[in-house]
């Protein structure tokens, strides 16, 4: 089982990124997809989730800047991340959970936002 990460960077204020979560070694169908962020000194922040059905979720911090989907093609699951601010600054970590209770974890990828 596996769950990888990319698409991090450093953007400026008011910019864009687009992370992406390749999933291997499990039904992807199967699983609800959810990123989750961690800012140094913090503890983790649900930041979206999209069903097996790709009915997105998301906190109010993000919402009408960042967009979740889903490939089932792909198994790839996407955070569209718009008007990035500071604040959004963390590492960003991939879950895939499924309603039996298995759960994985990406290593995540770091966001820096930053003028």
């Known amino acids: 089982v596996q769950l990888v990460e990319s698409g991090g960077g450093m953007v400026q204020p008011g910019g864009a990124l687009r992370l992406s979560c390749a999933a291997s070694?499990?039904?992807?169908?199967?699983?609800?997809m959810t990123w989750v962020r961690q800012a140094p000194g913090k503890g983790p922040e649900w930041v979206s989730r999209?069903?097996?059905?790709?009915?997105?979720f998301y906190a109010n911090a993000v919402k009408g800047r960042f967009t979740i989907s889903r490939d089932s093609a792909k198994d790839l699951v996407y955070l569209q991340m718009n008007n990035l601010k500071p604040e959004d600054s963390a590492v960003y970590y991939c879950?895939?959970?499924?309603?039996?209770?298995?759960?994985?974890w990406g290593q995540g990828t770091q966001v820096t936002v930053s003028s």
């Open positions: 999209i069903s097996f059905d790709s009915v997105p």
């Open positions: 070694g499990f039904t992807f169908a199967d699983y609800y």
């Open positions: 879950n895939a959970r499924n309603l039996a209770g298995f759960s994985y």
